[in-house]
Nanobody, 120 residues
Framework: QVQLVESGGGLVQAGGSLRLSCAAS????????MGWYRQAAGKERELVAD???????NYADSVKGRFTISRDNAKNTVALQMNNLKPEDTAVYYC??????????????WGQGTQVTVSS
């Protein structure tokens, strides 16, 4: 059993900051990619940022320069520092991990989601 537990969402004014955190626990052999997706009301889920175990990062164009992803491989955690938030960042943010529970079984896992609301 694998769980991804997020924390840190909330309500913030435009221009403010929030930090999201996610911890993966359970039977985990290794984690390849950890990251964050978001889904705004009426829209499809989209990638916000992710990071490989080697430290390579990938950001959505809309958040480059404002959001920073970080990861602690030893603790199986990932965080997203969100600065200069805009109303269009309002969404449910989901933690994501592509991991191996044992060396021969790889799959995608998701957190339950945390709401981020940015008021104008």
């Amino acid at each position: 059993q694998v769980q991804l537990v997020e924390s840190g969402g909330g309500l913030v004014q435009a221009g403010g900051s929030l930090r999201l955190s996610c911890a993966a626990s359970g039977n985990i052999f290794s984690i390849n990619v950890m990251g964050w997706y978001r889904q705004a009301a009426g829209k499809e889920r989209e990638l916000v940022a992710d990071m490989t175990s080697g430290g390579s990062t990938n950001y959505a164009d809309s958040v480059k320069g404002r959001f920073t992803i970080s990861r602690d491989n030893a603790k199986n955690t990932v965080a997203l520092q969100m600065n200069n938030l805009k109303p269009e960042d309002t969404a449910v943010y989901y933690c994501y991990a592509n991991l191996r529970r044992v060396w021969y079984v790889q799959g995608d896992y998701w957190g339950q989601g945390t709401q981020v609301t940015v008021s104008s």
